[in-house]
T-cell receptor
């Protein structure tokens, strides 16, 4: 079983749509959780951390369910500029990150 | 801020040559730097963790004699791909670690822009 699993997509959605990404992780010792965004041929960039209470940043909402070892990201009112690959990332211990394979999103005009 | 640079951004070389990639943290000191590799349509895979002034810790399956890592200062780590072969062609990304005391307590990693290596 892969350590961090994501639906690879691609997700093709029209502008303005709401899209949800799911992620599961296998290491129950994982302590910190993140969503990164990676544009084609670029480095990953931190989108947001994910907390047990759930957190929101503008159009982006992240949820964490530790019991189910499940993380989600919801994007509302999709923009063309949201097109990218979204990486689910977990950290066990203080520094080592484990990346999911990513879910590709294409927002279509 | 936390800016990390990587050089070169792109390199094309012949099989058998060695390639050195530099990773610099420009506005902070990074006691720990990380080297990743990403093949097309695959996830980032950690190759090694590098601590300033000590030997790097390599992940299982990564040959330490092939991928030489030097972390001589708090702002510079280098990865040398020795005797590169076509199967080493990949996107190599470094990150520099900075301790954060926020809700996600631990080392936050800031990524360099990556180096695309093509071995002919």
């Amino acid at each position: 079983r892969k350590e961090v699993e994501q639906d690879p997509g691609p997700f093709n959605v029209p502008e303005g749509a709401t899209v949800a990404f799911n992620c599961t992780y296998s290491n129950s010792a994982s302590q910190s959780f993140f969503w990164y965004r990676q544009d084609c041929r670029k480095e990953p960039k931190l989108l947001m951390s994910v907390y047990s209470s759930g957190n929101e940043d503008g159009r982006f909402t992240a949820q964490l369910n530790r019991a189910s070892q499940y993380i989600s990201l919801l994007i509302r009112d999709s923009k063309l500029s949201d097109s990218a690959t979204y990486l689910c990332v977990v950290r066990a211990g203080s520094y080592q990150l484990t990346f999911g394979k990513g879910t590709k999103l294409s927002v279509i005009p | 801020g936390a800016v990390v640079s990587q050089h070169p951004s792109r390199v094309i070389c012949k099989s058998g040559t060695s390639v050195k990639i530099e990773c610099r943290s420009l506005d902070f000191q990074a006691t720990t730097m990380f080297w990743y590799r990403q093949f097309p349509k695959k996830s980032l895979m950690l190759m090694a963790t590098s601590n300033e002034g000590s030997k790097a810790t390599y992940e299982q399956g990564v040959e330490k004699d092939k991928f030489l890592i030097n972390h001589a200062s708090l702002t510079l780590s280098t990865l040398t791909v020795t005797s590169a072969h076509p199967e080493d062609s990949s996107f190599y990304i470094c990150s520099a670690g900075k301790w954060t005391s926020g809700r996600s307590y631990g080392v936050e990693q800031f990524f360099g822009p990556g180096t695309r290596l093509t071995v002919l």
